[in-house]
């Protein structure tokens, strides 16, 4: 058995509440995206109790933990084996505490771990959660020749949670038959609330992005909007918070274009340090090429800070142009230049934007309304089975 007391890893867990729920995720904490915080902070504000299998991405993680309200499974070897060694696991877990509900997060690894489950306890519903933020022609080829089998997850699923209209679309495109609710990422209003806007230079304007450095979220066009931007009366300076796989060649594309002294790179830091970066800031800026949703606007409105942004994927459903934000052109340096240009020189508009972003998240995008709306869809799963 690979779980057993005495194991390294092994956390007892006998005297916590009987799980109803099993989570099948191929990353969670301590590996940390949009999909990964929502889970906790939903269940963390549920009065119940989850089992979550995993994939242990490092010898360093436990086989076995306790985190929030969820009891982590980790397990050894390649994501490609992920979805069969899972089974496995789950059909002896699901021996011990007989659950009520499925719940997959993601159409991809995790998605094929549960339909596969899904198919030796057909009676056990399925909540299906889509998070995805590449583009569909991206997840299409990633998918390949296993298309029809992918298609099965959406086909089976008895409820499909949705971040944003543009995923249900694509839902209902590739086979849900099953109810689609769009019930959002969010956010914790008051912990960025509590972040005072500060400028500790009044002659320095500082435009932002939170964002992993990848193709889809147009760093590279926010770097050469910074080239094109011709300011006189103040210093320019553009923080970008995060790390990825494109960071070099974003470096690079600095130095070419002549702009590395405004640019600073900032590195990965932890979800709790972002409020203290985006109070130093005037504009958030993430030209994205696709998105899901983008909870990295939703924390920089609950800042107070007007944003600018793509009409792709889920960011409609949130930026109302000249209302809660300002949209820019895909792929176009020169309209966002023209955009970030009109916010840092009209107070007037930029306080408007920031005032409406704020009271929209606090209206629809905190993590306690959102987690009501998943226990309700739980409620309903379970008296099903």
Known sequence: MLYKPGAVGYT??????????????LAYFPVVGGAEIAVKEITDRLDDSFDLITLRFSKSYLLKERIGNINVFRISGSKLFFPLRSVFLARRLHKQNHYKVLWSIMAAYAGFATLFFKFLYPRIPLLLTLQEGDSEKHILKRVGLFYPLWRLIFKKADHIQVISNYLA???????ARCPVEVVPNGVNPQIYADYTRIYADKDTRTIITTSRLVYKNGID?????????QVISYKLQVLIVGDGPDRSKLEQLANDLGVSNKIKFIGHVDPDEIPQYLSQADVFVRPSRSEGLGNSFLEAMATGL?????????????????ETGLFCKVDDPDDLAEKIQILLSDDNLSNNLSRNGRELVEAKYSWGNIASKIENIFIKLCGKY
């Open 306 to 322: 007007p944003i600018i942004g793509t009409s792709v994927g889920g960011i409609p459903d949130f930026l109302e142009d000249g």
């Open 221 to 229: 066009i926010l770097i050469r909007a910074a080239a094109k931007l």
């Open 169 to 175: 679309d694509f839902a209902h495109r590739h086979g």
């Open 12 to 25: 007892d867990c006998m005297t916590l509440p009987k799980p109803r729920v099993l989570i099948f995720s």
